[in-house]
Nanobody, 119 residues
Framework: QVQLVESGGGLVQPGGSLRLSCVAS????????MGWYRQAPGKQREMVAV???????NYADSVKGRFTISRDNAKNTVYLQMNRLKPEDTAVYYC?????????????WGQGTQVTVSS
């Protein structure tokens, strides 16, 4: 059974930074693509960033240059470093595991972690 557990969310002022972490268990982590998605109130869930098994990242245009996705296969963990946060980044952030980048999102989701950007 695949389990994804996110952490690192919280309240931050505009312009600040947060780092989200997602620890995976129950699968061979290194062979899967991993992604971060977010859902703001009243909006559909959207892709933020995905990273393939080889480490190549893809980003939504809205976060390019501000967010960085990375993975540590030895720790079964994917990270999302978020810099220069904006109020419009406020959302619940979800971790996802997929067979590949082209088949993202996959079937497995974490429980989500709240990110609130506000002064």
């Amino acid at each position: 059974q695949v389990q994804l557990v996110e952490s690192g969310g919280g309240l931050v002022q505009p312009g600040g930074s947060l780092r989200l972490s997602c620890v995976a268990s129950g699968s061979i982590f290194r062979i899967y693509a991993m992604g971060w998605y977010r859902q703001a109130p009243g909006k559909q869930r959207e892709m933020v960033a995905v990273i393939g098994s080889g480490g190549t990242p893809n980003y939504a245009d809205s976060v390019k240059g501000r967010f960085t996705i990375s993975r540590d296969n030895a720790k079964n963990t994917v990270y999302l470093q978020m810099n220069r946060l904006k109020p419009e980044d406020t959302a619940v952030y979800y971790c996802n595991q997929a067979p590949s980048v082209s088949k993202s999102p996959g079937a497995y989701w974490g429980q989500g972690t709240q990110v609130t950007v506000s002064s």
